[in-house]
């Protein structure tokens, strides 16, 4: 079993910056390959940045692109997800997710059922 537990989110006004953290445990964490994904009132829940397992690979929609990164720390089993010059449209719950992998090292998943495991979510708001 596979624990993921989000902090760092909150109110920032727009033009701001956030870093969430997602810690795992259970599991090694370089068996995993991590995502982040949001869910904001009334929209379905969305791909946001992904990490292959290798830490290698990164993938980002084009939203995001240029103001978010998305980062791995073997040493501490967490991933970062870096944001800057946050706009209002940012605002939603953020979730990381987790897929566990012993082949492909290098592959970035972008959709909710490909991962196995979901923290329980932080809120982001930005205030225009």
């Known amino acids: 079993q596979v624990q993921l537990v989000e902090s760092g989110g909150g109110l920032v006004q727009a033009g701001g910056s956030l870093r969430l953290s997602c810690a795992a445990s259970g599991r090694t964490f370089s068996s995993y390959a991590m995502g982040w994904f949001r869910h904001a009132p009334g929209k379905e829940r969305e791909f946001v940045a992904g990490l292959s397992r290798s830490g290698s690979r990164t993938y980002y929609i084009d939203p995001v692109k240029g103001r978010f990164t998305i980062s791995g720390d073997n040493a501490k089993n967490t991933v970062y997800l870096q944001m800057n010059s946050l706009e209002p449209e940012d605002t939603a719950v953020y979730y990381c997710?987790?897929?566990?992998?012993?082949?492909?090292?290098?592959?970035?998943?972008?959709?909710?059922?490909?991962?196995?495991?979901w923290g329980q979510g932080t809120q982001v708001t930005v205030s225009s």
């Open positions: 997710a987790a897929k566990v992998t012993y082949v492909e090292r290098n592959v970035v998943y972008t959709t909710p059922l490909e991962y196995n495991y």
